[in-house]
């Protein structure tokens, strides 16, 4: 094998994601990123760790973790909002 070959083989498959997470799996991912939040800070490697074990991208574990966490100030009752934001949208249907 060359040394072309070897690094080819080093370097990891691209993982498939959910295209859509439901409400159930955004609650968990955001509870698993709070639970590796100490000192005002995430751990180092939480969102990688995270986003590997419920097979979602880390750009998605990012934005659930950013949603929850600006809602938690608007929240009166102080639960996390972390639904998408994803509504009907585009061009209207014509009758």
Not at 8 to 24: A, C, E, F, I, Q
Not at 29 to 55: C, H, P, T
Request: glycine content about 6%; overall charge positive.
């Amino acid at each position: 094998m060359s040394d072309s070959e070897k690094s080819n083989s080093d370097l990891p498959l691209k993982m498939k994601t959910r295209k859509d997470v439901p409400l159930g799996i955004r609650m968990a991912i955001y509870s698993m990123l709070d639970a590796m939040f100490e000192n005002g800070r995430l751990k180092w490697g939480a969102i990688v760790l995270v986003s590997r074990q419920f097979s979602v991208s880390e750009r998605t574990c990012s934005r659930i973790w950013q949603r929850g966490r600006d809602s938690l100030s608007a929240s009166p009752d102080g639960k996390p909002n972390v639904e998408s934001h994803r509504r009907r949208s585009g061009r209207k249907a014509t009758y």
